[in-house]
């Protein structure tokens, strides 16, 4: 059975693409067909869990240049195919290997990249869903599972990971309420947008993850948790 899971924070600094990275290895080591992608585009760094191991996509691109590249052409589901070309190797030193989807090439022209993709025209005007849809097929085709490391807030890039391509949504959240609150914010946001969706889905599932504790704010709140 293939599972695709987006890891998804209300608020940064909670050690998000760090957790995903280590999941995505343990996977990986117990011979688990493994693909990780960093769809966190504004601040992409999945890439430097894995340092040198890291081969890199016969396309020498990632994730942005795919999109860019299906946003020109507007074909939708036949622009996913080949989307191979733009996927890395992680050889874990023998002991397993995963495919990695980065942001992208971190040149000089990341950014005008970046700027220039247009979500919403990308899903009004140039059959964007299809070609998400299709994306999300292939992945669960060629894999056990799918990891996807998602941007933080309310984005139509973070509706694209935590409403289309999830089957669960791994929702963390720090020892504190605010913390909380937002994840459970961001669950119900995902779940009317799932809703809302075109294509055919099962319920979306939620995994609540606690993350890192810091013990130097916010000490009795944290304490009390602990204790639970």
Known sequence: MSTILTFYSFKGGVGRTMAMANVAVLLAQRNQRVLAIDWDLEAPGLHRYFGDRVQAAPSGGGLLDLLGAAAGSGKGAADAEGWERYVSHVDLNGLGDLDLLTAGHQDAHYLRKLQSLDWRDFFANREGGEFIEALRRQWKEGYEFTLVDSRTGYTDASGVCTVQLPDVLVAMFTANRQSL????????????????????????????????????????????????
Request: no cysteine; glycine share 6%; hydrophobic share 50%.
């Open 181 to 228: 609150d937002g994840a459970r914010e961001a669950i119900a946001w995902a779940q009317a947008g799932r809703q809302q969706l075109a294509y055919d889905r099962s319920a979306l599932l939620v995994f609540p993850l606690p993350s890192r504790w810091d013990g130097r704010v916010e000490t009795d709140d944290a304490a009390a948790w602990l204790n639970i």
